[in-house]
């Protein structure tokens, strides 16, 4: 069998070679001409489909299915060619699991591609990240397992590692429990991604409120979440920290959310008036979606008093700029009618010298 493979037995002449490479170039030659026929065809029967999921899926298998056709076809040929059989006997081993697991991998990643096309246009925003979300980690997790099992027959192809493997399998109880070991935040990771996929506690693209940090999920990883704050800055939390933890989630059903202004005054302050200029300036503002809509006190104390104004607005941005507009309104006109009201926490020299001499 060794002498199949030594270059020093081969008896190679000008024309064999030229041979060869027109048994090579015919069957490279003939399967793209097979491939382009075939992806003609189920280009115009794709046409026909109102989906675009196949049309994603195509697109996507196209440059990967090309090559695997390739070497196909160079096995039909190597059949009959005693010299292109022994090379590629040597590396058929590697290159069939290799092509069947990109074709696979690109297979999953072109069908959550289409997934994603299909769902862009979902009337209901919080269903759309969801299914955004269940995509994105589901389709993440097929791909993981795929180029672990490429990877696996690829390496398996190597005497050398087909011994370890061997050795492992006669001593499986050690090996099992090292191996799960050195494994478990890998399995820890994996089991919290899809538990993440399947109940949903949070979602691409949800406002989430972590460590009194609030962004928005940007990417929801096997084994981290990406928050993006307001002045864009990127937090990375762990998926199984968020399943361990309390966090808020202000964008779980809905983005219509209710918010306050807190005011804290003198306790002279006259609170009816302030209660109808506060429902006057937010009834007439377009930011209010005239759901909740209230002024009440919440706190008295000896030097102080606590209004709570609440709004709702329908959206989080929204309900943001709508409490800030009325936040500005209300002390510019506590300023000009209510001037009493604003507390103040300053030495007053002036003042004071005024009084003693006027004593």
Known sequence: MLERYDPRNWSISYDDVIAHLITLGAAVLAA????????????????????????????????????????????????????????????????????????????????????????????DPVAHRGRMTRIAILSRTVRVAIAIVTVSLVMLNIPGVRDVGTTMLASAGLAALAVGAAAQPALKSLIAGLQMAITQPLRIGDLVKVDDQAGRVEEIRMSFVTVRTWDERVLVVPTSRLLEQTFENWSRVSEKLTGPVMLHLDPVAEVEPIRVEFERFVKEHPLWDGRNLALVMTEAYPESIELRLAMSAATIGDLFNLRCAVREHMIEWLKLNQSGALIRHRLEVEAANQRVLGA
Do not use: C
């Open 32 to 123: 793209l001409v097979v491939h382009w026929i075939l992806f003609a065809v189920i280009r115009r029967v794709v046409s026909h489909s109102s989906s675009v999921i196949d049309d994603v899926v195509l697109a996507k298998i196209r440059r990967p299915l090309r090559f695997a056709m390739i070497g196909f076809a160079i096995s039909i040929g190597a059949e009959n060619d005693a010299l292109i059989g022994r090379g590629w006997d040597v590396f058929t081993g590697f290159l069939t699991p290799a092509l069947v697991g990109w074709v696979a991998f690109a297979a999953v990643k072109g069908v959550a591609a289409g997934y994603e096309v299909q769902v862009q246009n979902a009337d």
